[in-house]
């Protein structure tokens, strides 16, 4: 089943977005929880960690990898960032639609809620 990431990726509804490759897509959170919240995707549709597989490991790598160069480009690198991925229920997954949130441009409280 489709999700409203799986239409942002589409173009079937609108996003800021931050970065694209043939894999990955970035945009930015409609609700941001910090000055600089981004979403990083695969164009891929898998809907949580529990569905990587294997052969998944690039994909999962290059979603990393798209989020230190957005964090560079955002000049967040040096001052820090975090990257979350949230699991179902308890973790407060809402978009059935694999995602790592990269959030930064403020001090970051640990642990999280
Ligand atoms: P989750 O809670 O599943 O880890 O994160 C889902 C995130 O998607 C939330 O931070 C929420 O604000 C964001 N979100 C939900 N719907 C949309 C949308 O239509 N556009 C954008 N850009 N972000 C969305």
Sequence with gaps: MDTIFGKIIKREIPADIVYEDSDVLAFRDIDPKAPIHILII???PI?????????DAEL???????AKKIAKEMGIDQSGYRLVMNCNKDAGQTVFHLHCHLLGGRQLLWPPG
Excluded: Q
Excluded at 47 to 55: A, C, F, M, S
Excluded at 60 to 66: C, D, F, L, M, P
């Design 42 to 44: 695969p164009k891929k």
């Design 60 to 66: 999962i790598g290059k979603i990393v990898i798209a």
């Design 47 to 55: 809907p949580t960690i529990n569905d990587i597989e294997i052969e």
